[in-house]
Every structure is written in structure tokens, then in C-alpha cells.
């Protein structure tokens, strides 16, 4: 098979064979075919589209390009959540031991923050001592024993789709349905999974802001995770502020410890791992709907179970699990502070999610680039939401830096996302719609 | 500037402006830019099109690339012929010399074989110790004292185009319009020209088999010549059999000479020169139409001057200029000939051009491959051309090659380019279209 005739083929508008898909997932992942080859082949691809069949067999073959996981053994069912990405959306480090606790497997392979959007594997990395590259067996063996992992995509595990990414996003090919399909679904196929549950964000803070967008990218997951064998579920949900009350990597892993401790002051954030979980719980087999997964979860809250298997965890990839009974103390925020406050009496009517993402990597809790450095104990806490009566003088938020003058810039930043108006606007619903 | 943005621009159906058009081009010859980043472009600029103002534009740019000729101060107009192709398609050199006998000045960079087309910088190599590998100051000497020379595409000149060629070459983007325009034309506008004809093969042995095709790649080249200040012509000629006699390199490069020397044997051949001669001398001003200008050619053969030309030209660039005295002598054929003969009584109604250019690749006189060595004497007489009646047995072309083996392959190639009929099939016009 040569790279020249498929270029042509795609070129020319024809549909690829299943062979010609796992040839060019495999050449891309060997590096045995030139970049420039790929990249023509990836904007012929982009502009002349994928067929269902396929994205499918483009899927199969990334996964197929590196290890996969290999849990059929393990006498549980697999489910996983994938979020588009947002802010302040480390749902996943409460979400992921809630569901464990339920007697589900939960193989997470998380990534890390860029842009205004943070990362799982950052908030994890708050916590002293915690690994996150883990090789397969040790993958293996965690999930065996405790039922939940979560961990970076390794040098292992589907190549083919690190190669893809990294030549999309430099030749302008990353918005192509079929292709972001390929490149979450293979990361997916090759956890093993029976079940996955999708959230995906739709609001100012997600990369789709209109909700018909973030519908067509559900339906369309949900329909190749079928053809795939993964039972699916999607769910489109708001992104118009940051979820909970925390923005940043320390403040996030700490809201989660104290969520699963039953600290219900984060009102969207525990009804996500409420909605999420109770689909994930309904989806391996444990629950008869998703509203009777959520009260398991709210069961797997109140028990203390759900805090066990976050601690467990943190304790199984080398972490400090201390942190589970003293948070505040080994999770700090930066030592420099400042409040940003009202300018009026009135109701915070805006407080725009991808601006304050932006203020979080002024504060130095995000990357602008995938070499920077983050701080953990930099970021922004919430005192108000959407909706919220305030007073002038009162503070909307307290922002954390460890240089006093990133606090200026971080200021800036936020001010910009936020609007008191006269009248409460009222809010869109969390949960906008379920794919399924 | 950056890359990413204007693959994006090309991606999203947007129109470049002449200065990203410069940007890329000098990034392409710079290498500055990451292959893969251009071929990305490449197949965004294929599939989503470019403007005319776009395509002058980039030709300007790849032009700009790299030194160009300074022609300005000779005092005589400056006009070439580019040709789309063909097979036995030796024309230029006889054409270059008499246009320049016609007090023209005609810079003509040419190319070597590949595949069923023979090259003109191969023929004239032909000759012993003729150079065609010439820099700027030597081609411009030249230009000044002789008014003709032949030579390859050098380092310096246009680089922004040999880059983009051989990345189109891999990436399935050749057949590209615009592309090819600018890649054609660029090349012209680096030779200083005031003029150009172009001879749009068309037929069996063209890259370009359908007349509507061929029509509007003419259409376009003459548009965009325009639009770069160059006043160009653009004829449609069938390439339905070979041109002249004579398939090969050595035989090709004698048989310009016999041209030169008044043979008129090569009816279509002679026809072409004339037609070619006779608008290029017509755009350079030294007549008041085409046909004026075919007879200034007619007479700079008749009186030997085109032939003088040639001679100095052979001269100059270190070429045994006794080849024009004893062409037989000095351009041998292979020593190893075959004939191929009639199986029947009638009229030759198919000697198909491609077919034959592959069986001259196949006897030695051309390549497969670029790396490829080739033979001089190797190739073809022909010794009848379509409608020519012939007789069972009778020699319808003669085979050469420097071993007996390959006159084999050579042999079962010509015979599947050749159809005996009983009924003579009128020709088609060797001149099918103008197009001005």
C-alpha cells in the first residue's frame, strides 16, 4: 500500500477500507511515512469528510496502534467519563472514586491543562508524592485491587493518535468531526471500556459554544462508540461559569476531598457527580436508571466510601493520602491574595467561564504553552455564582498567586469576565440534554 | 506572519493576500516552514481553489524566490515557448534558433525526460561536452551575444518552485490549476520575458488527453500571463502520434538539425516550428501577424541562419558544433536495430503517442525514475505516420537500442501503439486551437 494513493483517494472523495485506515494509524504511529504525507492526507480528510464506517475503522485502528488495557478479567464492568473540558471542571477527581465505590471499574486516562482549560493529571499532581505516568501492568494491577486509576496517556498507548494531534494542531485540522471523534474514541477503545459516559460542555467556557454544535458531536460519539461495541451516553451540559467554586489545581483537588465528604456548598458540581455518576453507575449494570445510579452515588458519598476509594487511590499512585484528612493544610493556596469585588449592589449576571479560565493562567494555575510550568496553590475562588445577590464592596472572588503581581493581571482578567445587573437573570439548566 | 493561520485562511475558503502569498513562497524555498505545514496548504489550495488574483500573486512570489535573468538591457524583445509535453516533441530545438535568427532574444529553460516524454536538456546532451547546467551571468552572456540558450532549471533560480513541485509530487496535489499555472509561469517571469507561446498538447501522448481540458489550462495560462504584463498566445496541438520521425535523443537533436537544413520530410514537425516561430516572432514585434512571422522563419531556414544560430549556440555552451556538419556521424544511433513491420495491407489508423514514448523508455532513450540513466542512441524512426498507406511486411518504424535484449520490450510496446486499418481515418488538425 503506498500513502501516495490514499492521499489521492481521500483527495478525490472516496471512502478508505477499514486496511487503508489501520495502514495509515500505524504508519503515523512507526513515524514510517512522512509528516508531510500525513498532514495532506489529514486536510483532504478535513475537508472532504468521513463516512460513520470509517471514523469507526479509524478508531479501531489508533487503538489497535499501541497496548491496550486488559481488564476482561476483573469481574466488573468498565465505564469511563469524557469531558470536552471546561473550568473548574475537576468533576473527575470526585466523580471517578464515587463510581469505584458503586463496584464499577473505572479506568481513567486523563490529560493535562492548556489554554483556559485545566487538567485532571495537574489537580492530581497537587498532591505530594502522586504518579501519574503509569505503565500498563501497574494500570492493571491498581484497578484489580482498588478499581480505579487515573493516569496520563503513555508512550504506549495509542501513538497513532499523539502523532495525529500534534499534526492537526499544527495545519489547522483539529475541527473536523470525524477526526476529534477518532481521537477521543481510540483513547477509549483502548481502556477496555464497556460503557462511557460523555459531558460535554457547550457555553463560553467550552471550546463549542453553541449548543446545536455540542449536540452534533454528541449524537455523533454516541453513534461510532456504538459501532464500536461501548454502550454510550452523552449528556450536553452548561459552561457559562466555572463549575464549583474553585478554579486552579490545589484549590480543585481540595474541593474534591471536600465534596466527597459531604460538603454540598458547590451546588452544579455535586449535581454533576450526582447526574454523571448515576449514568456511569446505570450503564455497568448497577442501577435500574440513572436516577436510581445518583442515589448510589449519594449512598457512596454519605458511607464514606466514595472518600476511601480517593484515598486508596491517591495511596496507590504514590501520593501523600494525609491530605484526605487535612486538606486545607497540604493542599494551600499561594500566600499572596486579593478580593475582587462588587462595583454596585445587584445580581452577578455574568461571569464568564473562558475569561476567567484566562485569569487562572494570569494567576499562574494554567499553561499558554505545554512547556510552562503551572503553580498549584495559584487560582481563584468563587464567593458568588450566576444569580447571586451582592453588594458593593462585597467580594465576587478571592484570587491566589505566589508573586503579588500576577495578582494585578489576574485582576484584569477577571474583572473582564464579570457583570452585576439590577435584575437576577435567570440560569440555563446544567443538564441541556441527554444523547443517547 | 504564521503558517498555521494561513492554512487556516486556505482551509476556511479565504483568499490570500500577496503578501502571505510572498510568505509562503520564500518559506518554501528558505525551508523555514515545516513540510508538513506546506503540504497542508497544498491540499487546502487544491481542494478549495485559488483566485486569479491569488494565482499571479504566487507566481510573482515563487519568481521572487530566487535570482532572476536581467534581460532589459539587450535591446531585442525576449520571448519563449513552453510546451505542455509530448512525445518526440524535440521542437524547441530548431524552434529557439530560428526565432533567434529572427533577431528575437529567446531564454529557454527546459527539463529533462521522465516517464513517456523525452526532455530537451537529454537531447541536447546528446552532443558531446554540451553544458546545460548554466549559471545566471554565463545565460545572460549568452543571451547578449548569441540571443539563444538552452538550460536547466538551476539552484538559484526559483527554488520556491522546485520545493513546492516536489511536495506536490507526493502529496497527490499535482493536478491542481492554479498550482500548475504558477509553477509554469513562474519559471517565465524569472526569465525576464516580454512574451510567450504555449504549445497545449492534446491527445493520447499529453498529460492532458480531453480537448476541454486542455482548453482550460490554455485559457488560464494566458490569463494569468496577462496579468503579470506578459503578452502570451496559447495553441492547442494534438498529440495523438509522435511529432516528426524521430522518438530518442540523439536521433531528435539530428533531426532539428535536418530541419535547420531544409529538410522537409517531418511534415508536422516543420509545420509546428513554423506556426510556434511564427507567433513568437509576431509577439516580439518583428511582424504583423502569425503568418508574417512563419514566413521570417521560413526564410531564416532557407538562408541558414537558424542553422548559424544553432551552431553558435551548440559552440557557446561547449557543445562539438561539428555536429552540425556531420549529425549522422557524431548523434550515431544504437548499434542494435530491429524493425517493426505491417501484419497487414491498409492504412496506419493508430500509432499512439504514449504508448510509443513507453516503448522508447523501454529501448533506453528515456527514464522511470528521475535517478535514471538513459542512453542517447536508443530509440525510434518512424518510418510511417497516420494515413500512410502500407504494405504486409513493410517497415512501419525501425527500433535502436545498445542491447538486443531490450529491443524485445521495445518491440512488444511499439506493437501495442500500433493499429493497421483498411480504410484511411482523416486526421485531426496538428493546430487545434488559438487561444489569445
Given at each position: 500500500m503506498r500513502m501516495l494513493d490514499l492521499i489521492l483517494k481521500k483527495r478525490s472523495k472516496g471512502e478508505h477500507s477499514p486496511q487503508e485506515l489501520s495502514f495509515i494509524a500505524a504508519s503515523a504511529a512507526a513515524g514510517s511515512v512522512p509528516d508531510y504525507q500525513i498532514a495532506s492526507w489529514l486536510m483532504a480528510a478535513f475537508l472532504n469528510g468521513m463516512t460513520e464506517r470509517e471514523t469507526v475503522a479509524l478508531t479501531r485502528a489508533m487503538a489497535a496502534s499501541g497496548r491496550r488495557l486488559s481488564l476482561r478479567g476483573i469481574g466488573k464492568k468498565t465505564v469511563d467519563k469524557h469531558s470536552t473540558g471546561g473550568v473548574g471542571d475537576g468533576i473527575s477527581l470526585a466523580l471517578a472514586p464515587a463510581v469505584a465505590a458503586c463496584g464499577v471499574c473505572v479506568p481513567m486516562m486523563s490529560g493535562r491543562g492548556l489554554g483556559h482549560t485545566g487538567g485532571t493529571l495537574d489537580k492530581l499532581e497537587s498532591i505530594a508524592g502522586m504518579k501519574v505516568r503509569l505503565d500498563v501492568p501497574r494500570i492493571e494491577a491498581q484497578l484489580k485491587s482498588i478499581g480505579v486509576c487515573m493516569f496520563g496517556q503513555s508512550e504506549d498507548l495509542n501513538p497513532a493518535d499523539r502523532?495525529?494531534?500534534?499534526?492537526?494542531?499544527?495545519?489547522?485540522t483539529v475541527e473536523s468531526m470525524p477526526l476529534i471523534v477518532a481521537s477521543i474514541l481510540s483513547k477509549k477503545v483502548a481502556e477496555d471500556l464497556d460503557a462511557l459516559v460523555l459531558d460535554i460542555k457547550c457555553g463560553s467556557g467550552a471550546f463549542l459554544s453553541r449548543q446545536a454544535d455540542a449536540v452534533e458531536l454528541g449524537r455523533r460519539l454516541v453513534k461510532t462508540a456504538g459501532g464500536l461495541g461501548i454502550r454510550c451516553v452523552g449528556l450536553v451540559t452548561s459552561m457559562d461559569q466555572p463549575l464549583g467554586r474553585a478554579v486552579g489545581n490545589a484549590s480543585e483537588m481540595r474541593q474534591a476531598i471536600d465534596v466527597l465528604r459531604g460538603d454540598a456548598s458547590c451546588g452544579d458540581y455535586v449535581e454533576l457527580v450526582r447526574v454523571l455518576g448515576g449514568w456511569m453507575v446505570h450503564l455497568a449494570g448497577k442501577a435500574k436508571g440513572w436516577e436510581e445510579g445518583a442515589r448510589r452515588i449519594d449512598r457512596a458519598i454519605s458511607s464514606g466510601e466514595a472518600l476511601a476509594a480517593l484515598k486508596a487511590m491517591i495511596a496507590g499512585q504514590g501520593g501523600d493520602a494525609a491530605v484526605i484528612e487535612d486538606p486545607k493544610k497540604l493542599l494551600p493556596d499561594s500566600p499572596h491574595a486579593r478580593d475582587v469585588v462588587s462595583p454596585s449592589d445587584g445580581y452577578v449576571v455574568k461571569l464568564d467561564a473562558r475569561a476567567i479560565g484566562g485569569a487562572a493562567v494570569a494567576l499562574g494555575a494554567g499553561r499558554g504553552r505545554?512547556?510552562?510550568?503551572?503553580?498549584?496553590?495559584?487560582?481563584?475562588?468563587?464567593?458568588k455564582k450566576l444569580g447571586d445577590p451582592v453588594r458593593k464592596g462585597e467580594a465576587?472572588?478571592?484570587l491566589f498567586a505566589e508573586a503579588p503581581e500576577k495578582l494585578d493581571a489576574g485582576q484584569a482578567a477577571f474583572q473582564r469576565a464579570l457583570a452585576i445587573g439590577r435584575r437576577k437573570v435567570p440560569a440555563k439548566p446544567l443538564i441541556r440534554k441527554v444523547i443517547r
Open positions: 502523532k495525529l494531534y500534534a499534526l492537526r494542531d499544527a495545519t489547522a505545554m512547556e510552562d510550568a503551572i503553580e498549584f496553590g495559584a487560582g481563584i475562588r468563587l464567593e465576587v472572588a478571592r
